[in-house]
């Protein structure tokens, strides 16, 4: 099973699309976003998923879709679970309708 490039991590694009490329601080994002520094610096550095709830958060003080952000966490998830996966799923076998 080959795997296609590294997806990236969805807090560098949260640091790239918000922090860099709207000036924000990571403070004020917080603080917008009602939740704490700590846990949106988490975010950035890839030590937090962004779940549903920040998604939402993230949606409505940046005015984009919540969807966006959900995508880049299951892409990213998903491929590290392939990665993670992948001797197992190759021997796993295929079922088949009797």
Do not use: C
């Amino acid at each position: 099973m080959a795997l296609r490039t590294y997806p990236p991590l969805p807090g560098s694009i949260v640091r790239r699309k918000i922090i860099d490329a709207m000036r924000v601080r990571q403070a004020d994002l917080a603080e917008a976003m009602g939740v704490s520094k700590v846990r949106i610096n988490q975010i950035i550095n890839g030590h937090a998923p962004i779940t549903p709830e920040m998604a939402l958060r993230l949606g409505t003080v940046t005015a984009t879709e919540p969807e966006y952000w959900l995508r880049l966490q299951s892409d990213f998830e998903l491929f590290e679970a392939r990665r993670r996966l992948a001797p197992l799923l190759e021997t796993l076998p295929r079922l088949s309708a009797r």
